[in-house]
């Protein structure tokens, strides 16, 4: 537990794995205001180092929470394109404190939204929003999810990941995989040749 996790990428340029550092894992991703750390709201590696404390427990404004086909909102593609369009609920949620207590980490603390609706009651227990705090205690970023789904044999989907540099001003809006879809139970991968650099100059002309 201990152990930093091992992280690697490919460098399609270079067609080599590449092992990445610890530090890396709060270094932006192609020049984004997205981390490593920061996906799905917080993927931290959990460590001894860390305290945790829930300040309150409060209502929040959050997007609707969509279950099986037959409650999905209205939507039509070439409409809004990739935009589901969602209702917003109000639901309580935990305020949970994350305390870094490590000087050479990048931030000195997390505020993390979870919902803390019961399970019987249609709860997930999952994360909506998070803030990040530098070292001199400043809000420095925050990030969260967008309308969210879930089929009936389990299936979750984030429909988009939204982070903010709170500091510079910034935002990076990010799907959450490297798919699209046309309606809450249908999804297409994306073709090889948009995600190549050489597709993607090709699209873009």
């Known amino acids: 537990m201990d152990r930093p996790d091992e992280v690697y990428g490919y460098i399609p340029a270079l067609r080599r794995v590449r092992r990445f550092?610890?530090?890396d894992l709060t270094d932006p991703l192609l020049g984004?205001?997205?981390?490593?750390?920061?996906f799905e709201v917080c993927r931290q590696?959990?460590?001894?180092?860390?305290?945790?404390?829930?300040?309150?427990?409060?209502?929040?404004?959050?997007?609707?929470e969509y279950v099986g086909i037959e409650n999905k909102p209205p939507y039509?593609?070439?409409k809004n394109g990739p935009c589901f369009q969602v209702e917003w609920e109000i639901r309580p949620h935990w305020v949970l404190e994350v305390m870094e207590n490590d000087p050479n980490y990048a931030y000195s603390k997390r505020i993390i939204f979870i919902d803390s609706t019961p399970l019987e009651k249609g709860g997930q227990f999952?994360?909506?929003?998070?803030?990040?705090?530098?070292?001199?205690?400043?809000?420095?970023?925050?990030?969260?999810?967008?309308?969210?789904?879930?089929?009936?044999?389990g299936m979750y989907y984030l429909f988009y990941w939204m982070y903010m540099n709170?500091?510079?001003?910034?935002y990076t809006v990010m799907a959450g995989y490297p798919d699209y879809f046309v309606d809450f139970d249908k999804k297409y991968p994306l073709k090889e040749e948009l995600v190549t650099i050489k597709g993607m100059l090709k699209k873009a002309r």
Not at 166 to 170: A, G, I, P, S, V
């Open 21 to 23: 550092t610890g530090n």
């Open 32 to 38: 984004s205001d997205a981390v490593s750390d920061d």
């Open 45 to 64: 590696k959990i460590n001894s180092k860390m305290t945790f404390r829930v300040l309150e427990q409060r209502d929040f404004l959050v997007p609707i």
């Open 76 to 78: 039509d593609y070439k």
């Open 126 to 153: 999952q994360p909506y929003w998070s803030e990040q705090y530098d070292q001199k205690g400043r809000l420095w970023k925050a990030n969260g999810q967008g309308a969210t789904g879930m089929t009936k044999s």
């Open 166 to 170: 709170c500091q510079t001003n910034h």
